[in-house]
């Protein structure tokens, strides 16, 4: 594969893990050309800053999201017709504080979706199954620690509320069905 140009993002050492656990143990991410990743990475985009990029914290964890170019491509609007401006990356290749966040924040809710379609999954197909032992599966098959950042008591309350939204919306379904 040719050399691509990443851009670093700031994450939580549990998200790194499981990057690298369902990414053949890479931390670069590719993102497909018209996923919403991409287009999360390119809309928070920016110049360099004028003092040059600043250096990585070593005491923080990254990954890292490869950039396309954009040169020569044309967006079209289809319910208009139009042709969108394009943004080529070309001077855009870092990520200010709030591009970091953004970034960050879509990759953890794609991790909690993972996560709570896995639970369903297991919890679903082996009913004697524990909760406490599918988190524990969920992290083995993911290869992710539990740390101060991630706990069993935050995923646990986190499948418990998830589950109970669930529940609650398909009885409101059953309701105004009656």
Not at 62 to 79: D, E, M, P, Q, V
Not at 135 to 155: G, H, P, Q, S
Not at 156 to 174: G, H, I, P, V
Request: net charge neutral; with cysteine.
């Amino acid at each position: 594969m040719e050399d691509r140009m990443t851009v670093p993002v700031r994450v939580p050492k549990y998200i790194r893990d499981y990057i690298r656990g369902i990414n053949a143990d890479s931390d670069v991410v590719v993102p497909e050309y018209h996923s919403l990743l991409w287009a999360t990475v390119k809309a928070n985009l920016d110049l360099v800053p004028r003092d040059g990029l600043p250096p990585l914290n070593p005491e923080s964890t990254y990954i890292h999201i490869t950039i396309y170019s954009s040169k020569h491509r044309k967006i079209y609007n289809i319910a208009s017709g139009k042709i969108i401006r394009h943004s080529d990356v070309l001077f855009r290749c870092h990520l200010s504080e709030d591009g970091q966040k953004a970034v960050s924040d879509y990759i953890v809710r794609g991790f909690k979706q993972d996560y709570r379609s896995y639970m369903s999954g297991a919890l679903g197909n082996n009913p004697d199954l524990s909760i406490k032992d599918a988190i524990e599966e969920f992290c083995n098959d993911r290869n992710v620690e539990m740390d101060d950042a991630l706990t069993y008591d935050m995923l646990r309350k986190d499948w418990y509320r998830f589950r109970r939204s669930c529940e609650d919306r398909l009885a409101l379904k059953k309701a105004s069905e009656m």
